[in-house]
């Protein structure tokens, strides 16, 4: 899936932020740095290690990021980093048949791995005392991989399977689907992560392996260790485990197709008979975090103020006021290489129509734009946003993956650290600021979702 707001992590923490009120009794939380006592390093051979200590528990979570992703995928063979990914768990001479995945059951810990757009990641989490071996069986993957032919061919099912399941008989999903291809015509983000079903059926062992070759090096990987460990610790175990793994591509500039400016709203209508509930989402083009100074964290409180939860401007509209919706939200996926997205949704109540939401959704947005935004409405968006962000670091998860997320999308360790005080620093004439620049509907598709059999009122496609 594409890479969530505000460093991924906070997307994980809906609703945190009552608890962290309860516990601050009222008080604004502090902008101190996140996850201060992070440091970084680099091996000879070009790997980039994080490590993050946390000494609470006797634990460590270990994850190994690739600089590659879908939108780094030949053209035609979309799909193809999503299945490398299923494909690493298959074995290595050294650990066959899958043995990576029951060592790390029988030592008690857990692993997994994920695809995004712009990254690719692997993690374990372990007692601490496992962490040199869950390093050596993760250096053995990125240069031992051993597929066979049959291993391919039952994998590729695997993958066919999950998009069935998880796009093919999910409207939801499907309408996101349409609406990724719409906003982006010619930039890779408009391809599926998982891939479109017909290049998934062509893909074969020939084009794992040189996806592989190019991308699985060292030198394009970023270790991150978060836990009961320290920066030495770590450093002399990368550099006797990892450090022995030699360069063995150098995949260069991650060059992308530039997104040719949009000039007119898309709409994309999905009807299906499986929708039980009508809904209407908006997604705007708008800059990622290698964006402009200052707009990134604009566009982070602008989402909070908008739509972030029963105090957004969104609900108390639609929900309580108006009573036209029964749900509304906003987000901001900023932690991208390239392109980011601004997005709105909102779920009618009754027999609403959906044009009614899509005039509601316009005039909140109007109304936050040339009436502005109160001080204090604004500052409880921000100690809200830094409140999330103190209490993420409470997971070491949460942790690996904020960092692991900004560096391979073109940010350091001190972007992440320091985004409590940017939030903080952010102005209202910021956040109206970028609400009048980005967040037009020349830059946006809107995406309804229908039952079928039901008819909604909808605006003419050619509205401007």
């Given at each position: 899936?594409?890479?969530?707001?505000?460093?991924?992590?906070?997307?994980?923490?809906?609703?945190?932020?009552?608890?962290?009120?309860?516990?601050?009794?009222?008080?604004?939380?502090?902008?101190?740095?996140?996850?201060?006592?992070?440091?970084?390093?680099?091996?000879?051979?070009?790997?980039?290690?994080?490590?993050?200590?946390?000494?609470?528990?006797?634990?460590?979570?270990?994850?190994?990021?690739?600089?590659?992703?879908?939108?780094?995928?030949?053209?035609?063979?979309?799909?193809?980093?999503?299945?490398?990914?299923?494909?690493?768990?298959?074995?290595?001479?050294?650990?066959?048949?899958?043995?990576?995945?029951?060592?790390?059951?029988?030592?008690?810990?857990?692993?997994?791995?994920?695809?995004?757009?712009?990254?690719?990641?692997?993690?374990?989490?372990?007692?601490?005392?496992?962490?040199?071996?869950?390093?050596?069986?993760?250096?053995?993957?990125?240069?031992?991989?051993?597929?066979?032919?049959?291993?391919?061919?039952?994998?590729?099912?695997?993958?066919?399977?999950?998009?069935?399941?998880?796009?093919?008989?999910?409207?939801?999903?499907?309408l996101s689907e349409e609406m990724s291809a719409a906003l982006y015509r010619s930039h890779p983000y408009g391809r599926p992560i998982i891939g479109w079903e017909h290049e998934i059926r062509a893909l074969n062992r020939a084009d794992a392996i040189d996806f592989y070759n190019t991308y699985y090096s060292p030198n394009n990987a970023i270790l991150i260790v978060a836990g009961d460990t320290t920066a030495d610790e770590v450093?002399?175990?990368?550099?006797?485990?990892?450090?022995?793994?030699?360069?063995?591509?150098?995949?260069?500039?991650?060059?992308?197709?530039?997104?040719?400016?949009?000039?007119?709203?898309?709409?994309?209508?999905?009807?299906?008979?499986?929708?039980?509930?009508?809904?209407?989402?908006?997604?705007?083009?708008?800059?990622?975090?290698?964006?402009?100074?200052?707009?990134?964290?604009?566009?982070?409180?602008?989402?909070?103020?908008?739509?972030?939860?029963?105090?957004?401007?969104?609900?108390?509209?639609?929900?309580?006021?108006?009573?036209?919706?029964?749900?509304?939200?906003?987000?901001?996926?900023?932690?991208?290489?390239?392109?980011?997205?601004?997005?709105?949704?909102?779920?009618?109540?009754?027999?609403?129509?959906?044009?009614?939401?899509?005039?509601?959704?316009?005039?909140?947005?109007?109304?936050?734009?040339?009436?502005?935004?109160?001080?204090?409405?604004?500052?409880?968006?921000?100690?809200?946003?830094?409140?999330?962000?103190?209490?993420?670091?409470?997971?070491?998860?949460?942790?690996?993956?904020?960092?692991?997320?900004?560096?391979?999308?073109?940010?350091?360790?001190?972007?992440?650290?320091?985004?409590?005080?940017?939030?903080?620093?952010?102005?209202?004439?910021?956040?109206?600021?970028?609400?009048?620049?980005?967040?037009?509907?020349?830059?946006?598709?809107?995406?309804?979702?229908?039952?079928?059999?039901?008819?909604?009122?909808?605006?003419?496609?050619?509205?401007?």
């Amino acid at each position: 899936m594409r890479c969530l707001p505000r460093y991924l992590f906070l997307a994980f923490l809906a609703g945190l932020y009552a608890l962290a009120a309860l516990s601050t009794a009222g008080a604004a939380p502090k902008a101190e740095r996140f996850a201060p006592d992070a440091s970084g390093f680099t091996l000879e051979n070009g790997m980039r290690v994080v490590v993050i200590p946390d000494h609470r528990t006797p634990v460590v979570t270990h994850m190994v990021w690739y600089n590659v992703g879908a939108a780094d995928e030949p053209e035609g063979k979309s799909g193809v980093a999503h299945f490398l990914e299923h494909l690493m768990f298959k074995g290595t001479p050294a650990h066959p048949d899958a043995a990576f995945s029951r060592i790390v059951a029988e030592l008690g810990g857990q692993e997994n791995a994920f695809t995004s757009q712009d990254y690719t990641a692997y993690y374990q989490r372990v007692a601490r005392r496992h962490l040199p071996l869950v390093m050596g069986l993760e250096a053995d993957r990125m240069v031992n991989l051993d597929l066979k032919e049959g291993v391919i061919a039952a994998e590729r099912e695997v993958v066919l399977e999950e998009r069935r399941s998880r796009t093919d008989n999910d409207p939801g999903s499907q309408l996101s689907e349409e609406m990724s291809a719409a906003l982006y015509r010619s930039h890779p983000y408009g391809r599926p992560i998982i891939g479109w079903e017909h290049e998934i059926r062509a893909l074969n062992r020939a084009d794992a392996i040189d996806f592989y070759n190019t991308y699985y090096s060292p030198n394009n990987a970023i270790l991150i260790v978060a836990g009961d460990t320290t920066a030495d610790e770590v450093r002399a175990l990368a550099e006797r485990i990892y450090g022995k793994v030699k360069r063995r591509a150098e995949p260069g500039p991650r060059l992308r197709p530039a997104e040719p400016p949009q000039r007119a709203e898309r709409r994309v209508t999905l009807v299906h008979e499986r929708v039980e509930q009508a809904s209407l989402q908006r997604q705007y083009d708008v800059p990622g975090e290698n964006g402009t100074a200052g707009e990134a964290e604009a566009m982070d409180v602008l989402a909070e103020l908008l739509g972030g939860g029963s105090t957004s401007r969104l609900y108390r509209k639609l929900v309580i006021e108006d009573q036209i919706a029964t749900s509304v939200g906003a987000y901001y996926s900023g932690t991208a290489l390239d392109n980011g997205e601004f997005g709105l949704y909102a779920v009618p109540r009754g027999d609403t129509p959906l044009s009614t939401l899509d005039d509601a959704l316009d005039a909140t947005l109007a109304a936050l734009i040339d009436g502005g935004v109160d001080a204090t409405e604004l500052q409880r968006t921000k100690d809200k946003l830094v409140a999330e962000a103190v209490y993420a670091q409470d997971s070491q998860y949460l942790l690996t993956r904020a960092f692991g997320t900004a560096l391979t999308t073109g940010r350091a360790i001190e972007d992440v650290q320091d985004w409590p005080q940017r939030i903080s620093n952010v102005s209202a004439e910021a956040v109206i600021g970028v609400a009048r620049k980005y967040l037009l509907r020349e830059r946006s598709v809107t995406g309804i979702l229908v039952p079928a059999g039901k008819k909604q009122a909808e605006k003419s496609d050619n509205r401007s």
